[in-house]
């Protein structure tokens, strides 16, 4: 299949790039360098695994969840569809869309509410737990948002994170969807397959036909 576009929904990883308060942020560690006479380029990073566009694995708010390594790749890959709700204040209700109109496995949630990446914003909006219930009773197996974290700022219950550990979930955090019209496309948001991890960053990207 021919793909007429290719959206990337994955922000610029670099230092600058604001990461959750107390979280380690990303940096760059030149060990060779081209530039500098060496026969070639050779670095390494130092970051949270909840950088940017990334996945959470049950493991982050499931003592005995699974880690990303063990997570089915069929949650990230796949039919999907885009949903404007940037008409939403602190969590996203079922009054904020038509639930209705949501006809696949893979939701993608429009807040417009987190938009300069290089500041951390505690006010962002994130989901009710009554709407991922209501999502999950659908069918729908992924959610994402472009905020950090499906829970509000404040929240130490994690009760959105706790609905998609009930119903076996997967969600994608930190996405780019400020140029993205709704619609449906085709999500490709691959984890990294690390043992242990609670999270992954991952290039998020959708297809259209």
Not at 99 to 114: A, D, G, I, P, Q
Request: charge should be negative; proline fraction near 5%.
């Amino acid at each position: 299949m021919n793909y007429d576009k290719i959206i990337d929904i994955s922000p610029l990883i670099n230092s600058q790039l604001a990461v959750w308060p107390g979280d380690i942020g990303f940096s760059q560690n030149i060990q060779m360098n081209i530039q500098e006479g060496s026969h070639l380029h050779l670095s390494s990073i130092e970051t949270t695994l909840h950088l940017g566009a990334h996945a959470d694995s049950p493991l982050h708010y499931n003592p005995q969840g699974e880690d990303v390594s063990q997570r089915s790749l069929n949650y990230y890959i796949g039919p999907c569809q885009v949903i404007d709700v940037s008409g939403a204040k602190r969590e996203i209700q079922l009054s904020d869309f038509k639930l209705e109109e949501v006809h696949v496995e893979r939701v993608l949630f429009k807040t417009l509410s987190y938009k300069d990446l290089k500041v951390f914003k505690e006010d962002f909006v994130a989901f009710s737990p009554k709407t991922l219930e209501a999502l999950a009773e659908k069918g729908v197996k992924l959610v994402g948002i472009d905020t950090p974290s499906v829970d509000v700022f404040d929240s130490k219950s994690l009760p959105s994170h706790q609905v998609l550990n009930k119903n076996n979930m997967a969600n994608l955090e930190g996405l780019v969807l400020d140029h993205v019209p709704e619609g449906k496309y085709t999500l490709v948001a691959l984890p990294l397959k690390i043992q242990g991890a609670d999270a992954s960053p991952v290039r998020a990207v959708l297809l259209s036909v």
